[in-house]
C-alpha cells in the first residue's frame, strides 16, 4: 500500500500550511511563474488549476484572483517579466519530472 504522511494530516492543519504558502507567494513578487515552473514544477497558476480541482466553483479568473492575491491582469502587468529562452527551457525540463501532471 503506497501511503503518504501528508495524507494523514487533518484537513484544517493542510489548509493553514495551503493559505500561508499562498500569503507567501503573494508577498514574494520577485518569485516569478516562469522561475517556480523551472525550478519546482508548478506556479501560482496551477495552484488556481488545483483549487478549481478541488472544488473551488469560480472560474479560471476567479481562481487566479484568489491566489495572486488580485486580478491576474493586474498582477502580470505590475510583476510578471518577460520569461528569457533559458527559463523557458528550464521549464519545460522541469515539466517533464511531473510525469504528466502540474
Not at 495524507?7 to 508577498?27: E, G, N, T, Y
Not at 488545483?50 to 502580470?76: L, N, Q, S, Y
Request: negative net charge; hydrophobic residues 40%; glycine residues 6%.
Amino acid at each position: 500500500m503506497d501511503t503518504n504522511a501528508i495524507d494523514s494530516l487533518p484537513d484544517d492543519i493542510s489548509a493553514a500550511a495551503f493559505r500561508r504558502l499562498v500569503k507567501h507567494l503573494q508577498k514574494r513578487h520577485d518569485a516569478q511563474n516562469i522561475d517556480l515552473m523551472g525550478l519546482a514544477g508548478f506556479c501560482r497558476n496551477c495552484l488556481s488549476d488545483w483549487i478549481r480541482d478541488a472544488g473551488f466553483e469560480g472560474d479560471k479568473t476567479a481562481a487566479r484572483a484568489v491566489i495572486h492575491g488580485m486580478a491576474f491582469d493586474e498582477w502580470k502587468a505590475a510583476y510578471q517579466t518577460e520569461a528569457t529562452p533559458e527559463q523557458m527551457a528550464r521549464m519545460e525540463e522541469s515539466l517533464k519530472l511531473n510525469g504528466g501532471t502540474h
